[in-house]
C-alpha cells in the first residue's frame, strides 16, 4: 500500500485526500492522516539508511551470524518505474527503496554500495529471477549464496498447471454434476451415512 500511495501522490499528483476516497471505496477504511502518514513512511523508505536503521541491521546480524539482503522491484500501477526495495530477510526490515524506470546492473549496484560497506556479515542473498537483480546482488557480495525467492519460484511453478488445473475442474463437475445433493436433516446439516 505504501508504494501504491507514493504512486498517486508523487506521478498521477494526487492529493491525499483523493487518495483516501479512494482507498475507502476500495474498502481500505484510512483516514486523511493516517494517508498522510503512510507517505511520510513512504518518503523515509526512500531515504538512505538511518543511524536507527544500521543499529538494528547490526542486532540482527549478531542475532543470526550476519544479514540476508533481498531486493524487490514492485510496479505500483503495472506500468511506469518500478519502486526498488531493498530489505533485509531475518529482521524482515524494509531499509532502502528508490523509484525509477528499470535500473541497469550498474545502476543497481550503485544504489546498493552503502549497504555493501556495512561491516556486517551477509550471509546470502535473495530476488525474484530477474537477470539485472541477480546480477547485482552476487556483484556486490559474491561470497555470498543468491537464492531465488520462494514465492516467486512458486507462482512461475503454478502458472504452468494452471491451464492443467482448470480443465481438469471442468471435467470434474461434468462427471459429479449429476450427482444427487448431500441430504440435509430439518436443522440444515448433513444426514449421517446410512451404515450396512
Known amino acids: 500500500m505504501l ?23 476500495r474498502g481500505v477504511e484510512v483516514n486523511e492522516r493516517n494517508v ?8 523515509a523508505l526512500l531515504q538512505a539508511t538511518s543511524e536507527q536503521a544500521q543499529e538494528d541491521l547490526a542486532a540482527t ?7 540476508i539482503w533481498a531486493i524487490d522491484a514492485l510496479q505500483p500501477e503495472g506500468h511506469g518505474s518500478l519502486l526498488y526495495v531493498l530489505y533485509e ?9 528508490l523509484q525509477r524506470e528499470h535500473l541497469t ?18 550471509l546470502a542473498t535473495l530476488s525474484d529471477g530477474e537477470v539485472t537483480l541477480v546480477a547485482a546482488l552476487k556483484s556486490c557480495w559474491p561470497e555470498a549464496p543468491h537464492q531465488r525467492c520462494q ?7 503454478a502458472e504452468a498447471v494452471l ?31 446410512l451404515l450396512p
Open 3 to 25: 508504494a501504491w500511495i507514493g504512486w498517486q501522490h508523487e506521478h498521477e499528483h494526487r492529493q491525499l485526500v483523493e487518495i483516501q476516497r479512494e482507498l475507502n471505496q
Open 89 to 97: 530477510v531475518l529482521s524482515g526490515r524494509p531499509v532502502a527503496a
Open 105 to 122: 546492473e550498474a545502476e543497481l549496484v550503485e544504489w546498493l554500495q552503502p549497504y555493501q560497506a556495512l561491516p556486517l556479515r551477509v
Open 36 to 43: 498522510g502518514k503512510l507517505y511520510r513512511q513512504f518518503l
Open 61 to 67: 546480524a549478531a542475532q543470526y551470524g550476519g544479514l
Open 151 to 157: 514465492a516467486h519460484f512458486l507462482n512461475n511453478l
Open 163 to 193: 491451464d492443467y488445473d482448470d480443465q481438469l475442474r471442468k471435467n470434474m463437475r461434468q462427471d459429479l454434476g449429476g450427482l444427487p445433493p448431500v441430504p440435509e436433516n430439518s436443522a440444515g446439516e448433513p444426514e449421517p451415512p
